[in-house]
């Protein structure tokens, strides 16, 4: 095993060594002197926007027009470009992925679409489903923001920003290729005036990766529309979104099933009113977001049983708040958050005889809460030094209250060098399913929720008119009153039983050697320990979090100019513990999954080129060498895949 490994990364080096020697000698005193580029504004790192390189907390940003030069077209495979991020995907295209950042677990990760919630109460979220043809920009915080965006945000927020028709442009895309892959989408944006538009929709079919029941589809439309006015701002967005993902394999992984699969709608929409008011600004912000899920198991052969589950989620967001400055380097924000949340399930058993009526049996139930906030976050930026300090309260009718704070600094230090810290906590609110009573668990009304502790330093260095930057992060996250199930009877429970540890170091790099060149690296070093086990569920005392690798890395070269680009990417994931389920004993066994790497290829090169618009051939190579590995226990990854297309732009 170790020797396949060696293997595929002397392959992997040999293939990057090659891409490196192709580019051209560039001194770093030839390269134009438009290559430095602006810092982007975030607006997910506090509610106040701040240049990206004056936030002081690990932040990165990734564009749609990289995701689509390099033919990524799912959030999961777009977090592999981020430090300090694993993602875990169990099964073919469409299957269930899970983000660990830092350390976390699954469901420490906040996601928001155009400001909308998108985890389930509880914090869960699936990755492997959500489509980014009409993402404008991501934008990742790592470190707990509960002080800026509430529960769920223990290791990081994940900021998906559609396109709003900042410019007049316009696309048209579809290509196809290996596992039966077929892909379409069109996006267009419009300004006129005050006003700002933009329309997008997008279509993904796969066969999938098992020969036996892996179909995958999803269908995504979306729009956005503003006006800007003197002292008055207003915008829509809306999002809507379709899955059907087949899947054959059991709990152990095995490809069985012929026909389960799940299905999944889900809809968003934002609106957002602003005012000036006199050096202040107040905004009105309503959010409201739908999941409609099933998960259905028809009979392998008739007359047999088929199940179904069916779940309908609902969080309904209104948000009032000020940005007021204080003095002519301090602002304040502050605000009022009230979120309802409701959730229904429903479980269908039919069961069919040859000699008697169908049976139904169904169980149904819902259950709702109601959750207010209050938040007051200062941005002081005096010279090269930017200082955050903000505070928040929560209440919920269902938990109580629970505080949570923050506080950063963002110094200039030497020739290009910057330098910042940060403390903070957050929290994550139990879902209904840890809380309340169900058909697996007893409820337990005095559950808690999930806390952190964190803090980190770090520092980012310039070099060579910005064409070089440097950057190195440390980091400690404890996690206390860690939520597991308690299976030693049944119905089970949930309980606060756990503590955990996280440390690590993120270490980046970016270099513009020419105008046409960008290479980009990181390696991130972590180490998790479970601190108290509990009843020694999912935690074991001293052991590490599962599927948390104590390394991994990324490392990327890429060529574009004149309408054509060239890449590619290899991540590297390294050893990891996780259980192996089987039917027999032990059952469930601990494991050591070997480390891989996987090498990613993408081109897009211009077949016309007019005034009135482009036209241009793309492809994709997904783990171009062909590596084997599990990214879950009894999970293979897909092999090669090779995808191709047109890309028509106006």
């Known amino acids: 095993m170790l020797r396949n490994q060696s293997a595929h990364m002397s392959r992997l080096i040999r293939v990057i060594v090659l891409l490196l020697t192709a580019i051209p000698t560039v001194s770093f005193a030839q390269a134009a002197a438009d290559t430095a580029r602006v810092a982007p504004v975030f607006v997910t790192a506090t509610r106040i926007p701040l240049r990206a390189d004056a936030i002081p907390a690990s932040a990165t940003v990734v564009t749609g027009t990289e995701l689509r030069a390099q033919g990524i077209t799912h959030l999961a495979e777009a977090m592999r470009l981020v430090p300090g991020v694993i993602v875990a995907q169990s099964g073919s295209y469409g299957a269930p992925a899970s983000l660990f950042v830092r350390g976390g677990q699954a469901n420490y990760t906040k996601i928001l679409i155009d400001g909308v919630p998108a985890n389930e109460p509880g914090g869960a979220f699936d990755f492997g489903t959500l489509t980014l043809d009409d993402v404008e920009r991501i934008e990742i915080v790592r470190g707990p923001s509960s002080v800026a965006w509430g529960s769920d945000a223990l290791s990081a927020v994940v900021h998906v920003i559609t396109k709003r028709g900042a410019v007049d442009r316009g696309s048209i895309a579809g290509g196809g290729g290996t596992f039966g892959t077929r892909d379409v989408s069109a996006a267009v944006e419009r300004s006129a005036g005050a006003w700002r538009g933009a329309v997008s929709g997008a279509r993904h079919i796969s066969a999938g990766t098992y020969a036996l029941n892996s179909a995958y589809r999803n269908a995504l439309a979306s729009g956005s529309a503003g006006w800007t006015g003197a002292s008055t701002s207003l915008r829509l967005n809306g999002r809507y979104a379709s899955t059907r993902a087949h899947f054959p394999t059991d709990f152990t992984g095995a490809p069985v099933d012929p026909n389960s699969y799940r299905t999944e709608e889900r809809a968003s929409a934002s609106a957002e009113a602003g005012r000036a008011i006199g050096p202040a600004t107040a905004r009105l912000i309503a959010t409201h977001a739908l999941v409609s899920a099933s998960s259905v198991n028809p009979a392998d052969v008739q007359p047999g049983t088929s199940d179904s589950y069916d779940t309908r989620t609902r969080r309904q967001q209104l948000e009032l708040r000020a940005d007021i400055p204080l003095a002519p380097a301090l602002t304040a924000s502050v605000g009022g958050v009230a979120e ?16 008697a009526p169908a049976t139904t049996t169904r169980t149904a139930g819902s259950a709702a809460r109601a959750n207010q906030g209050a938040f007051v976050e200062l941005v002081a930026s005096v010279r090269a030094t930017t200082a955050t300090a903000g505070g928040r309260l929560d209440r919920s009718e269902m938990y109580g209250d629970f505080a949570t704070y923050r506080i950063g600094v963002s110094q200039g230090a030497w020739m290009g060098a910057r330098l910042r810290a940060s403390v903070g906590t957050a929290f994550r609110e139990p879902s209904f399913d840890e809380a309340l009573p169900g058909a697996f668990s007893t409820g337990n009304p005095d559950i808690r929720p999930e806390r952190t502790a964190s803090w980190e330093v770090g520092v980012e260095q310039a070099l060579a008119d910005d064409r070089v930057m440097l950057g190195a992060t440390y980091f400690s996250q404890r996690f206390t009153d860690m939520i597991d199930y308690f299976a030693g009877e049944y119905p089970g429970r949930f309980e606060n039983v756990a503590a955990a540890r996280a440390r690590g170091t993120e270490l ?12 980009d690296g990181s390696l991130t070093i972590l180490r998790t320990r479970v601190e108290t086990a509990g009843f020694g569920g999912a935690f074991l005392d001293g052991r590490p979090l599962l599927r948390r690798p104590e390394r991994t890395a990324s490392a990327g070269v890429r060529y574009a100019e004149r309408g054509a680009s060239v890449g590619a990417r290899v991540a590297f994931v390294g ?3 996780d259980v192996r389920f089987s039917y027999g004993p032990p ?19 211009p077949v016309l080129t007019r005034r009135a618009g482009s036209l241009a051939a793309t492809l994709r190579v997904d783990n171009a060498l062909g590596a084997e590995f599990e990214p879950a226990a009894g999970y293979r990854a897909p092999g090669r895949a090779v995808l191709a297309g047109l890309r028509a732009a106006f």
Request: charged share 30%; glycine share 2%; proline share 6%.
């Open 575 to 577: 050893e990891r513990q």
């Open 587 to 605: 059952y469930a066994a601990e494991e050591t999954l070997p480390g891989y790497a996987k090498l990613d290829l993408s081109a897009e090169l």
């Open 340 to 355: 309802w949340q409701r959730r229904a399930s429903a479980s269908n058993v039919i069961t069919t005889s040859p000699d």
């Open 508 to 519: 980046e790099a970016r270099l513009r050697p020419a105008r046409a060149w960008t290479i």
